[in-house]
């Protein structure tokens, strides 16, 4: 089992950075691919961004392509998600994922979810 906690969310103006974090815990964090999704209102959960156990390949959904950077740190179980040149059409629910594979993440499919920030973004 690996637990997901969210934070950083919050209320933000168009064109502001937030910075998203993700602390896991449970089974060894290294060994999981983690990524980012995220449900807007009255909208299906998203792929955002994953990147795999090594760090060494990274995904992103293609309108946030240039905006935000998925990083982690395995020393600290963390991952992290920084959002740029924000946008009111970013303002959802965010939610840290987990996953032995690759695959099963990115097809929306992942073992564990975190419990999701808000993120709302003003114009």
């Known amino acids: 089992q690996v637990q997901l906690v969210e934070s950083g969310g919050g209320l933000v103006q168009a064109g502001d950075s937030l910075s998203l974090s993700c602390a896991a815990s449970?089974?060894?964090?290294?060994?999981?691919?983690v990524g980012w999704f995220r449900q807007a209102p009255g909208k299906e959960r998203d792929f955002v961004a994953a990147?795999?156990?090594?760090?060494?390949?990274?995904y992103y959904k293609d309108s946030v392509k240039g905006r935000f950077t998925i990083s982690r740190d395995n020393a600290k179980n963390t991952v992290y998600l920084q959002m740029n040149s924000l946008k009111p059409e970013d303002t959802a629910v965010y939610y840290c994922?987990?996953?032995?594979?690759?695959?099963?993440?990115?097809?929306?499919?992942?073992?564990?979810w975190g419990q999701g920030t808000q993120v709302t973004v003003s114009s």
């Open positions: 994922v987990a996953d032995e594979t690759m695959y099963r993440l990115r097809v929306g499919r992942p073992n564990y």
């Open positions: 449970g089974r060894t964090f290294s060994g999981y691919s």
């Open positions: 990147i795999s156990w090594s760090g060494d390949s990274t």
